[in-house]
């Protein structure tokens, strides 16, 4: 139970009681001051508390004094446990004093700060034997005969001894002797031994009925755990087993049980005879071979670490001859060659074309005729164009010439290559980024 307070109650005996008297009346119209003593201001609605209050009876010199407990008020009329304190019961007046004053044992019933650091309600050191540990703890539970008890905090038990099996612990509180409760850890699992270490503390509470204790920190928990210090000692100690178990959930194979070496039954390493020649990068990229990729245009120290190389830009063939469609061959050499970007007549093949000229038609028109003056010993004469001559003053400079279609027909020449030689020319193509190897 716990103890109610207030300011300023007051009251008077409304007549003489006797020293067994329980029920005490007082003055008329007083009593609510004394029932509000059994009231708190603040509570906890998932625990239920019995509440008493201290009062005092006194006469009217305060010359004696008998300290009661409150339990209950109806109307006027208290209902108290007589002789508190260490004070004796007796009989009383009309008129005598009824008070909610302080007590010593009001004012013991304050937690202070040493007492909730020391754990003087939630913690002590256990007693008993290894497997039956007992505890007692103060309590106001059971003031006034009162039967009910919550105990929802965490208890501290700090024990003396090692357990070597299941074990409970014997409560008492305020004296009274609560039951010995089974110790459990987990789901409801017993303990092992060693859950309980000496001089560590446990850390326990009652279940939701009170019908047993739970431990949260059995020593064995941290057996259970891995300890970096121990590099997986742990497992080891289980056997061969639990090692097997532990590289199965790993995903580990029987690689991780072998030494490396050379022979049978080891690992190999990369230089290892069963595996042939090691290779290195040189033997892969010598000097004068070539690193491409379609999308990685690093260069390739960057990337296997090794050599000095040049960037190759532009189009590349095989090297050796190769024919196309029409017998033309063509022959690639290595190394870069400079090329052209447009063909050049020596890389046409030689060839005479036929060709006939046509003009558009033309109309009537007259030629001129060109003459030649042949001169004998008594007259000269004009060859003209017709074959004709005349005398000389009379030939023609002129020829009429009807509308006709000029023609006219030749051969042209192009290229200069020699037959069986050509250059390949290559339009569409994929590119790529390609390195040499120099150094």
């Given at each position: 139970m716990i103890l109610g307070f207030g300011n300023n109650v007051v009251s008077n005996l409304a007549s003489d009681i006797?020293?067994?008297?329980?029920?005490?009346?007082?003055?008329?119209?007083?009593?609510?001051?004394?029932?509000?003593?059994?009231?708190?201001?603040?509570?906890?609605?998932?625990?239920?508390?019995?509440?008493?209050?201290?009062?005092?009876i006194t006469d009217s010199e305060e010359s004696v004094f008998e300290i009661c407990h409150l339990t209950a008020v109806s109307g006027d009329t208290l209902t108290v446990v007589r002789g508190q304190e260490n004070t004796t019961a007796k009989s009383w007046s009309l008129n005598d004093v009824v008070a909610n004053f302080a007590t010593r044992g009001s004012e013991n019933a304050f937690v202070q700060v040493e007492q909730l650091q020391a754990g003087d309600y939630t913690a002590g050191t256990a007693a008993g034997s290894e497997n039956a540990l007992t505890l007692a703890l103060p309590t106001t539970f059971f003031n006034n005969s009162a039967t009910g008890w919550e105990f929802k905090a965490l208890i501290s038990v700090m024990p003396s001894l090692t357990n070597t099996g299941p074990a409970t612990l014997q409560l008492t509180m305020g004296g009274m002797v609560l039951g010995a409760f089974p110790l459990y850890k987990g789901n409801f699992a017993e303990l092992d031994a060693g859950?309980?270490?000496?001089?560590?503390?446990?850390?326990?509470?009652?279940?939701?009925?009170?019908?047993?204790?739970?431990i949260f920190n059995p020593g064995t928990i941290f057996s259970s755990y891995l300890q970096i210090s121990k590099n997986l000692a742990e497992i080891a100690a289980e056997g061969g087993e639990s090692q097997s178990d532990a590289r199965k959930n790993l995903g580990l194979g029987d690689a991780a049980t072998k030494n490396v070496g050379t022979t049978a039954g080891t690992v190999a390493a990369g230089d290892d005879a069963r595996f042939g020649t090691g290779l290195t990068w040189d033997d892969i990229?010598?000097?004068?071979?070539?690193?491409?990729?379609?999308?990685?245009?690093?260069?390739?120290?960057?990337?296997?670490?090794?050599?000095?190389?040049?960037?190759?830009?532009?189009?590349?063939?095989?090297?050796?001859?190769?024919?196309?469609?029409?017998?033309?061959?063509?022959?690639?050499?290595?190394?870069?060659?400079?090329?052209w970007w447009r063909p050049q007549n020596g890389h046409i093949v030689a060839q005479n074309l036929g060709v006939t000229l046509t003009m558009n038609p033309v109309d009537d028109h007259v030629h001129g005729v060109p003459v030649t003056h042949i001169e004998t010993s008594n007259q000269t004469y004009t060859s003209i164009s017709n074959g004709s001559y005349d005398a000389v003053g009379g030939y023609p400079t002129s020829q009429p010439s009807g509308g006709h279609t000029p023609t006219g027909t030749g051969t042209v020449t192009i290229g200069s290559g020699a037959a069986a030689e050509g250059v390949a020319f290559f339009n569409p193509y994929y590119g790529k980024y390609i390195w040499v190897r120099t150094a």
């Open positions: 006797t020293s067994t008297q329980t029920s005490i009346t007082l003055m008329p119209d007083t009593g609510s001051s004394f029932a509000a003593l059994l009231t708190a201001d603040m509570s906890n609605v998932s625990t239920n508390h019995g509440i008493y209050a201290k009062i005092t859950d309980i270490i000496a001089g560590t503390p446990l850390i326990c509470a009652f279940n939701s009925t009170k019908s047993f204790i739970q990229y010598p000097v004068g071979s070539e690193y491409s990729s379609y999308t990685d245009n690093r260069n390739p120290v960057d990337i296997i670490g090794i050599g000095a190389w040049s960037p190759v830009v532009g189009l590349i063939a095989g090297v050796g001859a190769a024919t196309d469609s029409q017998g033309l061959t063509a022959n690639y050499i290595a190394g870069y060659q400079a090329g």
